[in-house]
T-cell receptor, first 119, second 112 residues
Framework: EAGVAQSPRYKIIEKRQSVAFWCNPI?????LYWYQQILGQGPKLLIQ????????DSQLPKDRFSAERLKGVDSTLKIQPAKLEDSAVYLC?????????????????FGAGSRLTVL | SQQGEEDPQALSIQEGENATMNCSYK?????LQWYRQNSGRGLVHLIL?????REKHSGRLRVTLDTSKKSSSLLITASRAADTASYFC????????????FGAGTRLAVHP
């Protein structure tokens, strides 16, 4: 099966500019995640969608970050305006939808990530 | 905030040696997973252990889980240079949707 596709792979912008990242999950995966990974740290969950609804965005800086999932498939993460501390890799992941407790449903497949550098 | 904390932060060993990484977490979990990340790449799932399991094997990987101590360990036996990567534990929190929280990771370097 095709993997999780992300674009662009690399983006360099100046602070206060805007940027958008795109993610296409594995076909049929209902749950989509966006994680932020700062250099040397573990991934931090920004937002989680189940189909096209948001189930968790508690760590999304909503004053500058926004995300949507179109028709429950593709997703876009936007940052406007960007700050220096937003420099990170933005990882998209997807997983199948099952009831909580079904082990196989909880395994995430990650894309290669989009590396953002804010100057 | 991070749910899991890995120990050590970095590990350097020779090929053929075993590598052990530990993970501690804070709240009740449904399962615990280990992922691997090669430099500049996305994360790849390695192994999942459920909260009612104590040990699991997959090839050269052995994972243990002690829910009373809220800790897990990942053992890689007979390591190879290709095992050089960062390893992350991730916990699936009990209740609600499939929210997976990652730790800070252990950077493993295996020298030929």
């Amino acid at each position: 099966e095709a993997g999780v596709a992300q674009s662009p792979r690399y983006k360099i912008i100046e602070k206060r500019q805007s940027v958008a990242f795109w993610c296409n999950p594995i076909s049929g995966h209902a749950t989509l995640y966006w994680y932020q990974q700062i250099l040397g740290q573990g991934p931090k969950l920004l937002i989680q969608f189940q189909n096209n609804g948001v189930v968790d965005d508690s760590q999304l800086p909503k004053d500058r970050f926004s995300a949507e999932r179109l028709k429950g498939v593709d997703s876009t993460l936007k940052i406007q305006p960007a700050k220096l501390e937003d420099s990170a890799v933005y990882l998209c992941a997807s997983s199948p939808m099952r009831a909580t407790g079904y082990a196989g449903a909880n395994v995430l497949t990650f894309g290669a990530g989009s590396r953002l550098t804010v100057l | 905030s991070q749910q899991g904390e890995e120990d050590p932060q970095a590990l350097s060993i020779q090929e053929g040696e075993n590598a052990t990484m530990n993970c501690s977490y804070k709240t009740s979990i449904n399962n615990l997973q280990w992922y691997r990340q090669n430099s500049g790449r996305g994360l790849v799932h390695l192994i999942l252990i459920r909260s009612n399991e104590r040990e699991k094997h997959s090839g050269r990987l052995r994972v243990t889980l002690d829910t009373s101590k809220k800790s897990s360990s990942l053992l890689i036996t007979a390591s190879r240079a290709a095992d050089t990567a960062s390893y992350f534990c991730a916990t699936l929190l009990s209740g609600g949707y499939n929210k997976l929280i990652f730790g800070a990771g252990t950077r493993l370097a295996v020298h030929p």
